[in-house]
């Protein structure tokens, strides 16, 4: 092993395996050093490096066209006592899984109902080394697992080992790469001083590159949000209920408004009736003239969304008889999901139409400015096998992905300016282009949790929603306004709570931080980016305006040099050690958990000085001109 550390490989070293017609074929190890090229039985393979990863071509030497099973990379790195793992995922689960125990018993799969990023990173003990692969061209079903350390039959870890190789398996079991003239796919691969989230940043720019993927802009996709769905039980939504929220929360900030699950019949929160999910048209009980609903709304200068689950279908509905030879099938058995309903197939060309054809019909019928597309996230992880409908794809990924393809297409054609809400499941690089926001995937009463899967989100998505904020009466002001400045830290700010209920005070915290995020829209237009390699400090912005956030457990904070700067405090801290990347006198201002000033002075910053913030309140500091300030 003392070889090994004095003359170590370029890290991680890949190896490649594939299985075509009927053969098994196992190339030799490469590092970023060195590819390989050779030829065994009539077949060629050949590696072609790059900057930060490599590609490879397999072909037959005669040039026939081949039928391929499936292709497996293997990347081997040091076995350390790795402090953050980030295995592939869409951005929702990945916080539960992130140490290093995962690894060796951890198998993680990219599916339909979690089309995330087939992507790995793995961060040293300091976070100053992280260790980064994925797959940038292969993105339909796949799988990785940890080949090296094994656990035994008997559960038990086989000790005594040095390396770790994790192995992403193209695709997945159950499915096949299929017959090709060639095998042509590229790989991320690269070591770097920052943090996984950069990391992920840099594969996820790649990834897009390569498809030539494009980003719709709408400005509206950064108006703040207010969701009927957790504010009750969606029993309770109806014009009413609606109306006196829509009020308060348009005289908060508010701009769009989305009537979720339930404004067309019983909702998933609901137990004790039939659901008719499949069948999107108003209650009567609820809404007796949706449309004349929706347009008092948008004169009221609010954008409206409604909720469309495209492929679910309940045995209850009225459109269950005419689509179910329709729903994905199991062996010829129609799979039903937990929730109690079926899943149209969206690898069939006609289950594409249907749902375009809903689309159109709902906003000529009922005149929305766009939809709230959720669940796909319910549909099984395993192929349509079976039934008396067709495919022109057997990756119920790529048939997702042509479903928001096709709906994005119809929502530009009736409502060139819509708006269309995904969610992180299936929200991913690449599917970010059929829609204008990516919204992180349910954490009621959990801000923590919606900080971290938003953060994720950020490294590549162009606008990230929040889940929406459902704060109970008992929260304090001050707590409300710490995740009030999470949710800004992370995204566009969301809500779906009954705003009559709540106290005046905790809407005064709403107010206040909606009416700064209104106001610096700016701030909020580009990336964000971490200051610190625990994600606990922030910055907002660019040039002369600036803002930083400090969460969690953050004491110090790096600031730029910029020439207004707000400093967010969501600790319970009353005072940071600042790190000014300009020395100096500064004017500052003091805000209160509701951003009422409550204080102004003059400081002195230099390295590690003590600046005093409220406790979810704010500071803003102003370079004093001709004072002596130096970069």
């Not at 599916?111 to 260790?131: E, I, K, M, S």
């Not at 829509?246 to 408004?257: E, N, S």
């Not at 995904?422 to 929200?427: A, P, S, T, V």
């Not at 805000?591 to 500071?619: N, W």
Request: net charge neutral.
């Amino acid at each position: 092993m003392g070889h090994m550390r004095d003359n170590p490989p370029q890290w991680p070293v890949a190896e490649i395996r594939l299985r075509a017609d009927g053969q098994e074929f196992v190339f030799p190890a490469f590092g970023k050093d060195a590819g390989i090229r050779t030829e065994m039985g009539g077949y060629r393979f050949e590696t072609r490096l790059r900057v930060e990863g490599f590609e490879i071509l397999f072909t037959r030497a005669d040039g026939a066209t081949m039928d391929v099973d499936w292709l497996e990379a293997r990347f081997t790195v040091p076995l350390l006592h790795f402090s953050k793992v980030i295995l592939p995922d869409g951005g929702r689960e990945y916080i539960f899984r992130d140490r290093a125990l995962f690894l060796r018993s951890q198998v993680t799969q990219v599916t339909a109902p979690n089309d995330g990023h087939p992507f790995v990173a793995l961060t040293d003990q300091t976070g100053t080394r992280t260790w980064a692969f994925g797959l940038l061209t292969f993105w339909r079903e796949s799988t990785c697992r940890c080949m090296d350390p094994l656990l035994s039959a008997r559960k038990a870890m086989r000790g005594g080992h040095d390396l770790l190789t994790l192995a992403f398996r193209m695709p997945t079991e159950g499915w096949r790469y299929g017959p090709v003239k060639e095998v042509r796919e590229a790989f991320y691969c690269a070591e770097c001083p920052d943090s996984w989230f950069h990391a992920l940043r840099r594969f996820t720019a790649l990834s897009r590159r390569r498809f030539g993927v494009r980003y719709p802009r709408n400005p509206a996709a950064l108006d703040p949000v207010w969701c009927t769905w957790t504010a009750w039980c969606s029993d309770r939504m109806n014009d009413q209920t609606v109306q006196a929220n829509a009020r308060i929360a348009r005289h908060l900030g508010i701009r769009t408004l989305i009537l979720d699950d339930g404004w067309f019949g019983p909702g998933l929160d609901t137990d004790d009736r039939p659901l008719n999910i499949g069948d999107y048209e108003p209650d009567r009980a609820k809404f007796s003239d949706l449309a004349s609903t929706i347009r008092s709304l948008k004169q009221e200068g609010l954008s409206v969304l409604l909720w469309y689950a495209p492929t679910c279908l309940s045995p209850d509905s009225r459109a269950f008889s005419r689509w179910k030879d329709h729903r994905i099938a199991r062996e010829g058995e129609p799979v039903m999901a937990p929730n109690g309903f079926y899943n149209l197939c969206p690898c069939d060309p006609e289950v594409r139409a249907y749902v375009c054809g809903e689309i159109a019909r709902m906003i000529a019928g009922y005149e929305p400015d766009g939809f709230k597309i959720d669940l796909y996230n319910t549909l099984p992880t395993t192929p349509c096998t079976g039934g008396a409908h067709s495919h022109d794809t057997e990756s119920v990924i790529e048939g997702v992905r042509r479903m928001e393809a096709a709906i994005w297409a119809e929502v530009q054609k009736w409502c060139p300016r819509g708006l269309v809400e995904l969610k992180q499941n299936y929200g991913n690089v690449l599917s970010a282009a059929f829609g204008t926001m990516v919204r992180a995937g349910d954490t009621a009463y959990d801000a923590d949790t919606n900080f971290h899967r938003c953060i994720y989100l950020q490294t590549y998505a162009p606008v990230v929603h929040n889940d929406y904020l459902a704060a109970s009466v008992h929260d304090t002001p001050r707590d409300l306004a710490v995740m009030m400045i999470k949710s800004l830290t992370a995204g566009v700010p969301t809500f779906s709570l009954d705003l009559p209920r709540q106290p005046a005070e905790n809407l005064a915290v709403i107010k206040g931080w909606l009416e700064f995020y209104n106001a610096n829209r700016a701030l909020w237009r580009v990336s964000r980016e971490p200051l610190d390699r625990r994600l606990e400090t922030w910055r907002m912005g660019r040039g002369r305006v600036q803002a930083v956030s400090a969460l969690f457990d953050a004491a110090e904070l790096k600031l730029p040099p910029a020439e207004r700067l707000y400093v967010l405090n969501g600790t319970g801290r009353a005072f940071f050690h600042v790190y000014p990347g300009r020395r100096g006198r500064y004017r500052t201002v003091l805000f209160d958990p509701a951003v009422r000033p409550i204080g102004e002075k003059r400081v002195s910053l230099t390295e590690g000085s003590r600046l005093s913030v409220p406790s979810g309140g704010l500071a803003l500091l102003e370079v004093e001109a001709g004072k002596g300030n130096a970069r």
